[in-house]
């Protein structure tokens, strides 16, 4: 199972919207709308900040939204602030009954 | 309040078998729909996902390294182990359990991770 791509680097000004794309197959990706997405601060465990494609947990700000289309999935961070600077990973699960992440995208605050 | 905490060595050699044991609080995995997972990450490089077991104990194994991994559970003690053989230097990386609920993509809660070095 390869990992799902992800652009290794996205930047944008506070205030302004990112996205993150994460590509993956149609035995991934796009065979379910089990499509996650972590925050992880260096040194931190990730942290969900999405999940089934879209779903907020509770806590998290409502900012961060996540969309699917075909085989690529997608999270957007609208108003970018400082605390959003860090590695996001997305995850999907698999036809094989089984998960696989993304590369992996530094998003970084300028 | 839902916790997870990894434990095992910090330090394998080449060829050992490594033991690594997630004990939780706050949840039981008999409780329909709960699984638990281990995942890992190298230094600087991704996360990778290596095994689940769920509340029925069906279990479920990365293709690429399920000839290595066993996962178990003693719900009495409330920990998950997983036992990875032949250890090699590329197996050097944070190993880290995570709770995923009846939703399958909802890993809500993470242990802090337990460094493990493969070196002789």
């Known amino acids: 199972q390869s990992a799902l791509t992800q652009p290794a680097s996205v930047s944008g000004s506070p205030g302004q919207s990112v996205t993150v794309s994460c590509t993956g197959t149609?035995?991934?990706?796009?065979?379910?709308?089990?499509v996650s997405w972590f925050q992880q601060h260096p040194g931190k465990a990730p942290k969900l900040m999405i999940y089934?494609?879209?779903n907020r947990p509770s806590g998290v700000s409502n900012r961060f939204s996540g969309s699917k289309s075909g085989n690529t999935a997608s999270l957007t961070i609208s108003g970018l602030q400082a605390e959003d600077e860090a590695d996001y990973y997305c995850?999907?699960?698999?036809?094989?009954?089984?998960?696989?992440f993304g590369t992996g995208t530094k998003v970084t605050v300028l | 309040q839902v916790t997870l905490k990894e434990s095992g060595p910090a330090l394998v050699k080449p060829t050992q078998t490594l033991t690594l044991t997630c004990t939780f609080s706050?949840?039981?995995?008999?409780?329909?729909?709960?699984?638990v997972n281990w995942i890992r990450q190298p230094p600087g490089k991704a996360l990778e996902w290596l095994a689940r077991?769920?509340?029925?104990?069906?279990?479920f194994y990365s293709t690429s390294l399920k000839t290595r991994l066993t996962i178990s559970k003693d719900t009495s003690k409330n920990q998950v182990v997983l036992t990875m053989t032949n250890m090699d230097p590329v197996d050097t990386a944070t190993y880290y359990c995570?709770?995923?609920?009846?939703?399958?993509?909802?890993?809500?809660?993470w242990g802090q991770g337990t460094l493990v070095t493969v070196s002789s």
């Open positions: 995570a709770r995923t609920t009846g939703q399958l993509s909802e890993f809500d809660y």
């Open positions: 706050g949840f039981s995995l008999t409780t329909t729909g709960l699984r």
């Open positions: 077991i769920d509340w029925d104990d069906d279990k």
């Open positions: 149609s035995s991934d990706v796009g065979a379910y709308n089990y």
């Open positions: 089934d494609v879209s």
């Open positions: 995850s999907s699960y698999t036809s094989s009954s089984t998960y696989v």
